[in-house]
């Protein structure tokens, strides 16, 4: 339990297992992306050609999964041929008290290790999300390390309350958070109950891991939705887990209520059969975004 705990705690609704040794490793030419508006399938520069026109992109992702990084990293480069200096990166895996030294590393005013040792990268940074940063550092562009901080979000998974929380890291919770019964519950639940005997949570333990997600959700939402209100020109491309962001739940849902007027797209990941028939799973696949991506999922040994 205490495993599963910290499991969750460190980045809900993940995938952290180890990769695999070497084998024949996808690449983006073996993904199949299909447009949920025409139920065609598209390639991804004509993806990103069709989002142009909308204001905040998601990707959500499956964080194990090499493949997706890479055409995240195309999908930014399209964007920021089309957008130009307008464009924003935003990403669930730095967390706002470490914008401070992310401004500074993208400004090129601390080293690269300086700003590793401070900013809490996740364990696979340099071969997942550095790509990315270092894009946007060479092009000038913004990067908002948008989510809460994980030691928060690991005490609201624990104790169910932020109530008695120092007063320094206040500024880091967003402004308004909640975790109401619905749709994005029930989803939640499921998933927590899905086959998984050994990593069951009793009900008082489902509601406060589900707080703690909608915590990180309200914080990613309230990250876009303020630098947004500042830079009214913008056009944000945000990186998440799918779990925050299929079906324009979770942080989409959260930022859609902040701002109704915003134009919110979402990619979402999905895996490929291994006979290729996306077909069999897409009707409800395609409820999850506009654009869906399937990969052939590479499984990772299991953490030791």
Same mark, same amino acid.
């Given at each position: ?10 980045? #809900? ?10 084998? &024949?490793? /996808? ?5 199949? +992306? ?24 998601? @990707?959500? *992702? ?39 030294? #992310?401004?500074? %590393? ?7 290790? $300086? ?8 364990? !696979? ?24 901080? !994980? @030691? ?10 932020? *109530? ?5 890291? !206040? ?8 975790? /109401? *019964? ?5 989803? @939640?639940?499921? %998933? ?19 707080? &703690? ?10 990250? +876009? ?20 962001? $299929? ?6 849902? !959260? ?11 979402? +990619? ?6 291994? $006979? ?13 975004? *506009?654009?869906?991506? %399937? @990969? ?9």
């Amino acid at each position: 339990m205490k495993r599963f705990l910290k499991f969750l705690c460190m980045c #809900l609704v993940m995938n952290m297992a180890d990769p695999v040794a070497e084998a &024949a490793l /996808p690449t983006t030419a073996d993904l199949v +992306i299909v447009s949920s508006t025409d139920d065609k399938p598209v390639a991804a520069g004509q993806m990103t050609k069709n989002l142009a026109g909308y204001d905040v992109v998601f @990707f959500g *992702e499956f964080h194990d999964q090499d493949v997706l990084h890479a055409l995240e990293y195309d999908v930014l480069k399209q964007l920021y041929a089309i957008h130009g200096d307008k464009l924003v990166l935003s990403l669930e895996m730095f967390e706002a008290d470490t914008q401070p030294v #992310l401004n500074k %590393y993208l400004a090129g005013e601390v080293s690269e290790a $300086d700003f590793l040792a401070d900013s809490r990268p996740w364990p !696979r940074y340099q071969a997942d999300y550095r790509p990315m940063v270092e894009f946007a550092k060479t092009h000038k562009l913004p990067v908002l390390a948008s989510n809460v901080p !994980r @030691f928060l979000a690991a005490k609201m998974a624990k104790a169910g309350t932020l *109530e008695n929380i120092e007063a320094e890291y !206040r500024p880091y919770l967003p402004v308004k958070t909640s975790a /109401p *019964e619905g749709k994005y519950k029930e989803k @939640f639940t499921a %998933y927590m109950s899905k086959g998984q005997g050994k990593m069951q949570l009793p009900p008082h333990m489902v509601d406060q891991v589900f707080a &703690a997600q909608c915590l990180k959700d309200d914080k990613m939402a309230e990250s +876009i939705f303020y630098y947004l209100q500042n830079n009214k020109d913008k056009v944000v491309y945000h990186i998440n887990g799918c779990f925050h962001s $299929d079906g324009h739940l979770g942080t989409v849902e !959260r930022l859609e209520a902040l701002d109704p007027s915003l134009k919110v797209g979402v +990619i979402t990941s999905k895996d490929l059969p291994a $006979d290729k028939n996306y077909r069999k799973t897409y009707d409800d696949a395609k409820k999850d975004g *506009e654009y869906v991506v %399937y @990969f052939p999922r590479v499984e990772k040994q299991e953490e030791k």
